[in-house]
Every structure is written in structure tokens, then in C-alpha cells.
């Protein structure tokens, strides 16, 4: 559960929360504070893996329009600018929903010709970051509408209203839409008496609309991927087998769907090569490697929890067989999901083989600003014994490369207070105290 902004209190003032915390549900244990943009009388919406924050009050009071999101898998706040369109509120209390990747937004608005105030529902595309106000004023003219929200499907045993406007179509009732109860609903609670005495019930009514006959649709999201993916080593319709060097296990494929999208199979098939005939096909590299690099042929995809040996193999392949898109998926997988201590060595190899030039120079600098304790791993180790006798082509090329990527004017320097265990120099260097830094003399 995120908790967002709102207030707090001390021994002098009440202030406006400038963080948001994590509540894990299942061991009922709060995150740190994370620091965002204060916000109170904000509107938070869960769409994938973001939260939406839209408008609300700052931590001056002053009603804001803005929109930011949390990515939360790194918790980045990203605002954004550029919004076309434009959503006029009358004050900061509003609702907000989410219908797929589209957000919805209710509220009052200034009617400027009468000097009142109207209720209005716009919608935002959050790819293209444009408002639009759905037409809807009609349904919501009479009576006051305290609560708005979006449910899948249409309620049931509520009290129903009843209108002879035009805009009734747009209303759910007994005798219409009954195809329509598994698209998304707007649902608006309220009171529609015309005399309400103080107080009154705030909720005694309720509204829904079909959010398609607003021109409003969510799309499901597409199977292709899993379809597809699917399909291989499924021996039903296959035509073909692949068989990674050194396992006794074939990988059933299909030749329509690898010669359209690997040009190294299509040729081959075509020039009548001796595999062709045979059905079969023998790759030099592992069964993993070849699984995920088939799957990639498959679903246009690579898995992101692919350990970071066979996602550097695979950037390999896609090199070797000129699979430009492949290439670049891994190269950034590879940065932002396994770009560590006891990978960066390896993953500085691969890119060099690969000649994938930006992930070379990430992967170098990581290494230059953790050397210490790189220089402590295994890795490491074999780039240097083994590139350095020319036992590997690629492990000396890969050593070449580093060296020749190293500032003639670096120096390594050593924070003070390192510590050095009682070996001595070399493998007694501390990890966490051990701060070698590369920079240029001025």
C-alpha cells in the first residue's frame, strides 16, 4: 500500500507531508520516507507499475494542475510537461480512476456565462498526454454527485434514476445494455432531490455509464506474445528441429516463423544447404542461450530475470547474426538489471565481442569506480591470466580493449583510513573502505 503526502503535526505547526511510504501487506512492516513533491487534496491512480499524482494543494496552499508520476519499480518522481488540452477545476477536491492507460478525472468546474458551477469529466491518454472532456453534462446536471468511481462491471440492486433526456441512453437500466456488463462502468454516488434539508443523505443515488458510449474503450492487452511464444518446442505443426551444441535435447521450431524473422535461416533454407534437407540444425552455443535466443524469434522479447551469462550470449548471437533489435534489448537489460560487482567484467567482454560501444564504456566506467572490489573476482581474474597469456582471442581482446580504454594520466587513488588485512597488500583490501577513484591530473 503507497501512502502519499497529506498532513502532519509537531509541537509548533501543522505542515504538509513532503514523502510517500510503503506498507508491505504481508509483513506489515512501513519503508523509509521517500521524498516527492508535497501534495494534500491530490488524487493518486495505479496505472502498471506507476502512480499517477494529479493536481491537489501544495505545501503553500495554493491549488496546483500539475501531473507527476512514481515509477515504482525505482521510485524516480517524473514530472511532466507538455499536457495539451486543458482541465479548468473549481477547487482541488476532485477523483481521479485509471481505465487502462488512461486516466480519468471528476470534478466542478467555473461556469464563467451563469457565474455557477458545473459538474465535468475529462479523460487523458497518458502516451499522449492530452485532455479531453467527455460529454456528460446533462447526466450530471441535476441534483448533486458527492463520490465518483470506475468498477468492471454494472452494479447491482441499486436504486436507478430515471430521465427522459436524451442523454438516458448513456445510463444503465433494467431493460438496456445487458451486452454491455462486462465493460467498464462510471459510477457516481449523489442525491437527485430537488429539496434537500440539511443534512441529507450524500449517497441515496447512483449514476453508471457505459464508459464505451462515451467513445471510452479499454483495450485487453495483446496475447500475441504468449500465443507465440507458445508455439515453440512444441512438436504440433513443427518443422524443423534445433540442437544446441552438447545436448541431447532438440528444440522444435517452425520454418515459416524463423525465416521471417532471423535472415541467417532464410538463406540457409534457401540455398538448399545440407540442414535444409536434413530438418535439423546444430548451434555451437548452449541449450539456454539457444532457448532464449529462439524465444527472442518467437515473442519479439527477452525475459529481464535471464541470468546475466546467457543474456550476454545471447547479445552475442544477435551480433553474429546481424539482429540489430535483439542486440540493443540485451545490451540494455544488461545496464539496468545486472550491471553489478561480479557481472561487470563479464558483461564488458560481451559488449566488447558484441562491438556494442555504449554498454562498453558503461560497463568500463562501473569498473574503474568499483576496481577495488572488482579486482577481487573471479572475472576479473580470468581476463587477465587468460587474455594476458592469449589462451582466449576474446579474453585477450576484451583485455586490450580495458587498457586501452584506461586515461594515460589516471591515477588510482586510495581513501584514507583504508584498511589492509594481515596479508598484506592485494586481497586485504576492505571492499567497503577500499574508495579507488580514476581522475585526470589538472
Same mark, same amino acid.
Given at each position: ?299 519479439? +522479447?527477452? &525475459?529481464?530475470? #535471464?541470468?546475466? *551469462?546467457?543474456?550476454? $550470449? ?8 546481424? @539482429? /540489430? ?51 577481487? +573476482?573471479? &572475472?576479473?581474474? #580470468?581476463?587477465? *591470466?587468460?587474455?594476458? $597469456? ?8 576484451? @583485455? /586490450? ?42
Amino acid at each position: 500500500m503507497y501512502v502519499y503526502g497529506g498532513f502532519a503535526k509537531n509541537s509548533k505547526c501543522t505542515y504538509v507531508l513532503e514523502e510517500m511510504r510503503v506498507l508491505n501487506l504481508d509483513t506489515w512492516t512501513w519503508s523509509e520516507a521517500y521524498t516527492v513533491p508535497a501534495r494534500y487534496n491530490h488524487s493518486a491512480s495505479l496505472v502498471g507499475n506507476k502512480l499517477w499524482i494529479y493536481a491537489g494543494k501544495d505545501e503553500a496552499g495554493n491549488t496546483v494542475s500539475d501531473l507527476h508520476s512514481i515509477d515504482l519499480t525505482t521510485l524516480r518522481v517524473l514530472p511532466h510537461a507538455g499536457i495539451t488540452g486543458k482541465v479548468v477545476l473549481l477547487k482541488s477536491q476532485h477523483f481521479s480512476e485509471a481505465i487502462g492507460n488512461q486516466l480519468v478525472v471528476f470534478g466542478k468546474y467555473p461556469n464563467e456565462a451563469t457565474g455557477t458551477s458545473l459538474y465535468g469529466l475529462w479523460i487523458m491518454d497518458l502516451d499522449q498526454l492530452e485532455w479531453r472532456k467527455l460529454d456528460i453534462d446533462k447526466c450530471l446536471e441535476d441534483g448533486v454527485w458527492n463520490y465518483f468511481t470506475i468498477v468492471a462491471k454494472k452494479p447491482q440492486n441499486h436504486r436507478q434514476l430515471e430521465s427522459s433526456s436524451p442523454e438516458d441512453t448513456l445510463m444503465h437500466n433494467s431493460n438496456s445494455f445487458d451486452d454491455a456488463n462486462s465493460s467498464p462502468s462510471l459510477i457516481f454516488l449523489g442525491n437527485t432531490e430537488k429539496d434537500r434539508p440539511q443534512p441529507y443523505d450524500h449517497f441515496r443515488d447512483v449514476l453508471s455509464i457505459n464508459v464505451e458510449y462515451l467513445g471510452v474503450f479499454q483495450v485487453p492487452a495483446s496475447t500475441m506474445q504468449s500465443h507465440m511464444g507458445s508455439m515453440l518446442n512444441n512438436e504440433e505443426f513443427a518443422d524443423f528441429t534445433i540442437v544446441p551444441q552438447g545436448s541431447l535435447r532438440k528444440i522444435h521450431v517452425h520454418r515459416m516463423v524463423l525465416s521471417s524473422r532471423w535472415p541467417h535461416f532464410r538463406n540457409m533454407h534457401a540455398s538448399g544447404m545440407m540442414e535444409s534437407t536434413r530438418g535439423t540444425m546444430i548451434l555451437p552455443e548452449p541449450y539456454p542461450v539457444v532457448y532464449a535466443f529462439l524465444l527472442f524469434l518467437y515473442t519479439d +522479447t527477452v &525475459d529481464v530475470d #535471464l541470468e546475466c *551469462s546467457i543474456v550476454c $550470449d545471447v547479445m552475442v548471437m544477435a551480433n553474429m547474426y546481424l @539482429l /540489430e533489435r535483439l542486440k540493443k534489448l540485451c545490451a540494455s537489460i544488461l545496464h539496468r538489471h545486472h550491471l553489478q560487482i561480479d557481472t561487470c567484467v563479464r558483461i564488458f567482454q560481451a559488449a566488447c565481442v558484441s562491438q556494442e560501444h555504449g554498454l562498453k564504456k558503461l560497463s568500463q566506467d562501473y569498473i574503474f569506480r568499483n576496481c577495488g572490489a572488482v579486482m577481487k +573476482t573471479e &572475472d576479473w581474474f #580470468l581476463m587477465w *591470466s587468460q587474455g594476458g $597469456d592469449g589462451s582466449s582471442g576474446e579474453q585477450r581482446a576484451a @583485455l /586490450e580493449e580495458f587498457i586501452e580504454g584506461i586515461p594515460e594520466e589516471a591515477s588510482l587513488e586510495i581513501a584514507p583510513g583504508s584498511k589492509r588485512s594481515s596479508d598484506g597488500y592485494g586481497s586485504g583490501y576492505d571492499a567497503a573502505s577500499f574508495e579507488p577513484m580514476l581522475r585526470k591530473d589538472t
